[in-house]
Every structure is written in C-alpha cells, then in structure tokens.
C-alpha cells in the first residue's frame, strides 16, 4: 500500500537531492573534519559549505550557526546557559503549549527551586502577551516560547515577545523547529538571541539540529570535551547529515514561496472540504495565524485514535490530539491550555503537509474521512445520542 503521507510535523521524507549530496560522505569522504590531512579537509570544506547555507536561510552569519544533534538538544542547551550565565537570575519564563522538549526542562528546574512562569493561550491558541509583559522581571533568566507550534502550527509574535524580554536584560530563545522553511527567518534583523530548528522536519535526516547563537551572546556549552564548533558544543561533527542539513536548507528556501501558496491551498481546500461535509467540528487554532501547511482539526463524539486507524488502513498518516505516546489518551497540554472542550479534544486530529503533498492525496482525504467520522459516530454511545438529536 502506498502511504499518504500528511504527518509531516511528526517528521518529513528526506529530499533525494539532500541524500544524494550526503552520500558520499559515509564510505568514500569519511575523513574526520578536524583532521589536519587533505582527507578531512575536503569534509571540512563541504561542513563549512553546510554551515553558510544554513547561515543563508535563517539571514545569520556561519558562526552564528552551532550544529547539535536535534531540536531537543538545543533546545535544552539554549535554557541551560542562559542559567550558567545568569546564576543570580533564578526565573524561566514559558508557554503551556511548547513542546516537551523545552516543557520537561523549565518543569525539572522547578523542582531545582528556580521559579518557572508558563504563559497561557487564548482559546484559539494565541500567546496572552499581557501576561508576558507582565511576568518578564529582573530575576528572569530566559524567556524560552516557540515560533510555531507543532499540533496547531499556530505562530507567536516572537519578535515582539524578544522585545519585552530585552527589555528587563533577559535572553530570548526561540524553538522554531516547526517554523524553519514555512515563514520567513531573518536573524539579521531580529532581536531574538537564540534559535533551535531539527533537520528531519525540512526533509534532512534525524539526528542534526542547530541552535543559531547570535554573536555576542554569552554562552555555556552543553557537552564539554574537544573543541568542535568553536568549544560551544563538543563532539566529531556529524559532517554527513552537517551536509545534508546544508542542502536541506538551501532548498526550503528556494521552496519558501511554494509552501505559502501551494501546500497552503492544499491545506487549505483539505480543511474547507473536511468543515463542510462533517458537523460538529472545528478548526484549532483556525482563527489564528498558522504555518502553511497544518491543520488541527477537532470532531466532536469520535477518538481520535480510532480516526487514524481507520486512516491508517487506507495508508493515510495523520497525527491525533492526545498524549498517547505517554500511554494515556488524555487530550495533549496544546489542546488543554487552549481550553478545548475534552470531547472535541479527543477527536483532534492533526494533519500536516509538505511539498511533496499531492492534490491526489488530499482528494482522498476529503473523500474517505466523512464517511469514518461518521460510521464511528453511529458505534459509540455519545455519538448515537448526537445522531438522534439531530435527526
Ligand atoms: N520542538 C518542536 C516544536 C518540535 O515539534 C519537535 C519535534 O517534534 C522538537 C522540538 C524536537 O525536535 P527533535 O525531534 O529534533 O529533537
């Protein structure tokens, strides 16, 4: 069965261009990059050439750029500096719905004793920026909010919340893992002091990040050791997928466009035809600014699990709104925080496209999700007693 593949938030297919240009780098160019001899200095090259292209896409300078091995690494690195650079600041500032990589830390260090503030969303999943103005104080360390989130694709003003942030002499990082190659990044004009994206959701391999530092920034490393990446992350550099990154982001920014027009109109038709044709759903986040290429949708008296496993049977690959990887199927903390009534959270359903989506595929979709929704409607309790009302 050939598979739709509409999870791309999850992780994306990696670009045959990227893997060709990789490709070398494992059994012929394997030389180390640090390496004085012609062997790894060819690969040093090609890392360089990585480096500057990354650099290009987020308007930032190569040594701005610190290769990591995913988002949560440094997304981890970003929040721990800040703290050994400031010890005498003990607040962190979040939101409730970043992802776990940045949650999981700023709720440990709570337990370290410093304070953690998380600032809440409106019922649309927009960041309260009066409650940021007004928690950011003189203690704070680090304000730490996403650019983008990964189960709505709702978009924060990060530029205005660095701002504030600046403004009381507290960093301002950003996890802009879902953002990166979907919305313009210019560092150069930016405000904000650190950046974390993932190469495996701008169709790179897993297992390469960057946290972008801008120049100046006082800075701890996470790992200690030899003196890669100019003693900020120690580590043999990863200088095949340290390539293939490069080339990943050379060409999502030549794609840029086409993610806001055409997998834009795909997302948008997918979401349009799945409104029309099924009741009692809405739209998360729908009424505010999101990424181009997600939709979360909610349905009311279904589970969302039952939902992909239908799908799933049709080779369709979408993403649901509950923390069932933790085992429960509890709605996710996206879902909560934006107060998102727990029978519609729990028929969340998430999908997310990509360039290589095809209005095939998306036609699919519309054609066999109504007639799911409603035949798992009809075999559950709550579901019939909707059916009878209505009838
Ligand atoms: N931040 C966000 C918003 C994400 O969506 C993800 C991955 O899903 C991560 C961080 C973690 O990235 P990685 O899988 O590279 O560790």
Request: proline letters at 5%; hydrophobic letters at 40%; charged letters at 25%.
């Amino acid at each position: 069965m050939k598979e739709i593949y509409l999870d791309n938030n999850a992780t994306t297919k990696v670009d045959e261009a990227v893997f060709e240009e990789m490709r070398p780098y494992f059994c012929e160019l394997y030389g180390n990059p640090s390496s004085m001899h012609f062997f790894g200095g060819q690969v040093q090259r090609k890392v360089d050439e990585g480096r500057s292209r990354v650099a290009a896409l987020l308007g930032a300078s190569p040594d701005e750029i610190i290769f990591t091995a995913c988002g949560t690494e440094s997304d981890n690195a970003a929040i721990r500096s800040a703290l050994e650079v400031f010890p005498e600041r003990r607040h962190v500032i979040t939101s409730r719905v970043e992802h776990p990589a940045v949650l999981t830390q700023c709720r440990n260090l709570s337990q370290k004793g410093y304070r953690v503030s998380e600032i809440g969303v409106d019922g649309e999943g927009r960041l309260d920026m009066e409650e940021l103005k007004a928690t950011v104080d003189e203690d704070t360390a680090i304000v730490s909010l996403m650019w983008a989130n990964n189960e709505t694709g709702v978009i924060f003003p990060v530029e205005e919340a660095a701002a504030i942030t600046k403004a009381k002499g507290a960093l301002f990082h950003t996890d802009a893992v879902q953002a990166v190659g979907k919305v313009p990044i210019d560092m150069a004009t930016s405000n904000i002091d650190m950046l974390s994206l993932s190469g495996h959701k701008l169709h790179a391999p897993k297992g390469i990040g960057v946290l972008y530092l801008r120049r100046g920034t006082p800075f701890r490393p996470f790992l200690v050791g030899g003196h890669q990446e100019k003693s900020r992350r120690a580590g043999t550099e990863n200088a095949a997928a340290i390539i293939a990154l490069g080339k990943a982001c050379e060409l999502a920014g030549q794609h840029m466009k086409l993610e806001n027009t055409q997998v834009k109109a795909l997302r948008d038709r997918l979401q349009d035809e799945l409104m029309a044709h099924i009741p009692n759903a809405r739209i998360n986040g729908g009424a505010a600014e999101r990424l181009p290429n997600t939709t979360s949708i909610a349905y009311e008296f279904v589970e969302g699990e039952a939902i992909l496993l239908l799908l799933s049977e049709l080779g369709v690959c979408a993403s649901s709104g509950s923390a069932c990887t933790s085992g429960s199927l509890e709605p996710s903390h996206v879902l909560r925080a934006m107060g998102v009534p727990f029978t519609c959270a729990h028929g969340s359903i998430r999908f997310s496209l990509s360039r290589f989506t095809t209005p095939e595929e998306i036609e699919t979709v519309i054609r066999e999700l109504p007639p799911i929704i409603a035949r798992l409607r009809q075999m559950s309790p709550f579901g019939r007693e909707f059916i009878k009302g209505q009838g």
